[in-house]
């Protein structure tokens, strides 16, 4: 797999700095049930690193201290990291608002058949991926079988509520492109998928989070051996909008890798680049006193793919959010 690293960090991304942290994002290991084409961690069911129990107490003690109010848990597939339900009660006894960025399919796997119903009973919120409405494109991102499994994990989390309205149990998807191309209006496109999981199979949801693809890792490796990766670059860049570096994930958010170091997004922990203005990567355990408002962010060419367009975080398109969010932004 070509790094794409030494082609993104040189560049011209306008500078930034934090605000109030809110959000702990953790990735829980890098094992998954799952090899998908666009996954910018390369998880895969032959990965076997895992954040241990005492990196996610030093976690938990870090957003105490820090006071942030969000844990969103990701992976590869979390679940399957051996502590994830210990953490989730944990944080959930600590007051936090847990996240959970399922894949769905893991919820009818092997040992996991009641998952569903630890989660729901822990109001654990679901961020799970579903790249389209139709089996064939689906099946083409993620691999074979994969959409009816989805349906099948979608089915037992309507079945518990989630999805469903005045039940307090968040159920959103994910869109990605298939290929490089910007995704299309948030909106819209939610509409479409409401519509067409309602008529087809019966499936609700909450939210569509409509998020562009990252040139780094597996996804950023086919760009560079299919020689799309300088167009994809351009394409980025040239969509990019000043307005939307007000409310990018990083400003509020802070992730932890596997291994407790901290990063100022979920795509520079993959690319290994350290907090913000650090030399070398920093344990999460030493920061539990650190003061984050105002500290630099460190950005480079990847960062147009949160800004460009309609703009892409983790909470979907920037300017698709409630207008309560976004004038907090402003």
Request: proline residues 6%; hydrophobic residues 40%.
């Amino acid at each position: 797999m070509r790094d794409t690293a030494p082609l993104l960090l040189k560049s011209d991304f306008p500078s930034m700095r934090r605000d109030r942290l809110e959000t702990l994002q953790a990735n829980l290991g890098y094992r998954c049930n799952q090899s998908c084409f666009h996954c910018h961690v390369a998880a895969s069911p032959k990965r076997t690193e895992e954040m241990s129990w005492e990196t996610m107490v030093s976690l938990l003690r870090f957003a105490e201290r820090q006071g942030a109010t969000t844990l969103d848990l990701t992976g590869g597939a979390p679940e399957l990291n051996p502590n994830f339900r210990r953490l989730v009660l944990a944080a959930r006894a600590q007051g936090l608002r847990v996240i959970d960025r399922c894949n769905l399919t893991i919820l009818n796997g092997p040992g996991h058949e009641d998952l569903a119903d630890f989660l729901a009973a822990n109001a654990v919120e679901i961020v799970a991926s579903l790249p389209c409405y139709l089996e064939e494109n689906v099946d083409r991102q993620r691999g074979d079988g994969v959409f009816e499994a989805s349906l099948a994990g979608l089915r037992k989390l309507n079945a518990l509520g989630y999805g469903l309205p005045d039940t307090g149990r968040i159920l959103n998807l994910v869109y990605n492109p298939v290929g490089p191309s910007l995704p299309p209006p948030q909106e819209p496109l939610e509409a479409t998928y409401k519509e067409q999981l309602a008529i087809r199979y019966g499936i609700v949801f909450n939210r569509l989070f409509a998020l562009a693809n990252m040139p780094i890792q597996r996804f950023g490796s086919q760009l560079v051996s299919r020689n799309q990766f300088d167009d994809y670059m351009a394409l980025l860049k040239g969509a990019h909008r000043d307005e939307n570096l007000a409310g990018v994930m990083c400003k509020t958010l802070i992730s932890v890798s596997w291994q407790g170091h901290v990063h100022d997004c979920d795509f520079n922990q993959m690319l290994g680049l350290p907090l913000g203005d650090a030399a070398a990567p920093v344990h999460v355990s030493t920061l539990l006193e650190r003061t984050f408002d105002g500290l630099p962010i460190r950005v480079a060419e990847h960062c147009y793919g949160c800004t460009a367009g309609q703009g892409s975080s983790c909470g979907g398109a920037l300017d698709a959010r409630p207008a309560d969010a976004a004038a907090a932004a402003a």
